[in-house]
């Protein structure tokens, strides 16, 4: 049983994972059956497996048993089919029996059972098995993708070659990447992946297939536009749904989606329908909110082989759960990435010092409260390899309470506050800012975001916000106001926005989904749409 972790970017580290007490074995694939395969288990056991008359054989000894214990022992077992059994060395001299396994199994020395020879291999390189992720949801417009369990392999030695069939009998290769993306041509194709090394055989996965046309996935994908010049740049901010916040994290679990039918609410389909949907729109920057670790390591990042970035998590209920920015590694150089975890701003090191004093001395109760309320947020600093510009990219996702509002205000000000100071470093930059703001457009963060500066309500600590905070970055709605960014069975509302600097221009905006779409479920997530939050796509010209 055994598992890949991979992380994608500049690194391309595949570790091996063994997360079970011993590594379960299965039978080398070598172009010689001859041989004595030696693994090292856990708790000074050895695993040896060979081939007699081409079936496999397979022992777990202790380290320190006697060899002549387990001649005798093969011997036994298959009596019908052996008559001798031995261990030699290189100059054909029997082993002394009294040595214990793991001195006498060793390179060099070879075992003999009656004229055949077993030359013996120490924890040989070893692919134990070839999958295709996901394969049980595969449709044309998904990206599916090698997940390849090995020994003593480095995964710059491994070859891929994705095969195509009509028929399922004669498969042809199409590609040797890692990834394999299911186009409109392959409907109704059947797709196998082989995977080897110089020295290693080819191992074949699964097959998949027929590639079928999937129909809520085209309603998904209508609103897609061809992007409206090459000198523009297509951002996107989507909250893609936590799998872990499917239900509460709190015993008795409570199903927060109970309109949507399981099926649609699974891992296995929402993922590749949300990395479908993002390929769909050809964003050049994308921002995530709800991302979880587990999720991006294991297909996510698969999904989107083109993108580089960085994602930030923190443990959130029985999950780690967090941001995520991702940019086409072909456009974009990054020069700087950080995490900004507010309200540390306010505190008497951070960026936003005095105001956090004055505020501590005049509203000491708010200040704790806004204290034991954290979040993360991210920025990345791009430089265009095409043109040179840089732009300052911020996500975040701010406290959702509406109870709280003030409190979301100030993050939306420690944030605009690190966004402004980043830009300052670099000459000429831009700044687009991405996030589920959880604030609707009546809310202290839209007026902030949007006019600069905030209304009091009359309360004293609102005429300090309007008096003393301002926005120090000029911005614009990118996205404008669109119908709904969240659409759930209880709340249907725009929170999620996508805002530019000024110097910057909105070329162009993709359209909201067709409200009878949205309607043919009480919300989100659906059979069509895969998360409970719509993502904001904007075509902005930064130069």
Sequence with gaps: SSGINAEYGDRNVLNYVDP????????????SMTKLIVRSLKKGRLSISFCLLNQSKYFERSEIEPLEDFLKRVQVRYKDQVNAVSLLDSCNNKVSSDLSLISALSTGNYLCIDKERFDILIDPP????????????????SCVFANVSTINVDECELYYSWEVSADNKLFEQITCAKYIYLSDELEGKFIRLSCFTKDLERVNSQVIGPVLVDPSFRRLITRSRPRPSAATSRVISYNILAQSFMESQKKPRVNWFPYCPMQFQARNYREPRIAAEIRAHDPDIVCMQEVEGHAFDESLSHMLPEYQGN???VVKGRSKVGCCILYKRALYEE???????????????????????????????????????????QIIVLKSTATGRIIVVGNTHLFWDPKY???TFLHAHGLCTRLE???????????VLCGDMNSRKTSLVHSYLTRGFVDSDGSELEDFFATEVRNPLSLNLARGEPNFTNYTATFKDV????????????????????????EQSEGCPSEIFPSDHLPIIADIDFT
């Design 421 to 431: 100071r980043t830009r300052r470093r670099f000459e000429g930059a831009r700044v």
């Design 20 to 31: 079970s007490p011993r590594l379960t074995v299965i039978f080398i694939h070598l172009s």
């Design 126 to 141: 070893t692919i134990e098995n070839v999958n295709i992720y996901h394969a049980s949801s595969y449709f044309a417009g």
């Design 405 to 407: 509002s003030r409190i």
């Design 335 to 377: 020069l700087n990435y950080e995490t900004i975890e507010l309200p540390k701003q306010y505190d008497s090191v951070g960026d936003l010092a005095d105001l956090g004093e004055r505020m501590r001395d005049q509203f000491p109760k708010f200040m704790v409260d806004i204290a034991v309320r954290p979040i993360l947020s």
């Design 311 to 313: 994602l930030r998590t």
């Design 495 to 518: 929170i999620d926005y996508v805002l530019c600097d000024s110097e910057s221009k909105v070329v162009a905006v993709t359209p909201s989904p067709e409200l009878s779409d949205l």
